[in-house]
């Protein structure tokens, strides 16, 4: 209890006994602000593609992960 309210310092010890529901605590007490830097390939994947036409199977290829074999 004295962890999470070191944390979270807008919530008072009254409201953690008697307002706050075991699943909000939870919540509340899982870290969301920390940055996980992606390397080089990961990066390039998580680059998204928009296909302007659907029906064109070239732009297939242009999502970044070869799909169909090059001839």
């Given at each position: 209890?004295?962890?999470?309210?070191?944390?979270?310092?807008?919530?008072?010890?009254e409201d953690y006994m008697w307002k706050w529901t075991i699943p909000q605590i939870r919540i509340a007490s899982m870290d969301y602000t920390?940055?996980?830097?992606?390397?080089?390939?990961?990066?390039?994947?998580?680059?998204?593609?928009?296909?302007?036409?659907?029906?064109?199977?070239l732009n297939i290829q242009n999502l970044g992960i070869p799909i169909i074999g090059n001839k």
């Open positions: 209890m004295m962890d999470f309210l070191k944390a979270n310092p807008h919530v008072t010890r920390h940055i996980v830097y992606l390397d080089e390939e990961s990066a390039k994947m998580a680059n998204a593609v928009t296909i302007d036409d659907a029906d064109d199977v």
